[in-house]
């Protein structure tokens, strides 16, 4: 499923527009995202968590040369899945 599919069956779950679906989809994606650049975590209780991983700074190598090279920290979003869609998926 894409990104437009989704919105197909948001608008007809919902019984709305495809506009006004994408509307609520972009609102839900930006909220999200703010809140993890601010450091805070999502919880959508039956669904999951978005919160923010820290990787620290470690050596890798090239593959195509075989170089080693050091790769800095960062952060990276991470997503949990509650037992609600786990249960789902089973």
Known sequence: MNRSDLIA???ASAGISKAAA?????AFVDGIGSALRGGDKVSLV???TFSVSHRA???GRNPRTGAVIQIS?????KFKPGKGLKDAIK
């Open 9 to 11: 069956k948001m608008a």
């Open 22 to 26: 994408e509307r609520a989809l972009n």
């Open 46 to 48: 039956g669904f999951g």
């Open 57 to 59: 700074a470690r050596t």
């Open 73 to 77: 920290a960062s952060k990276v979003p």
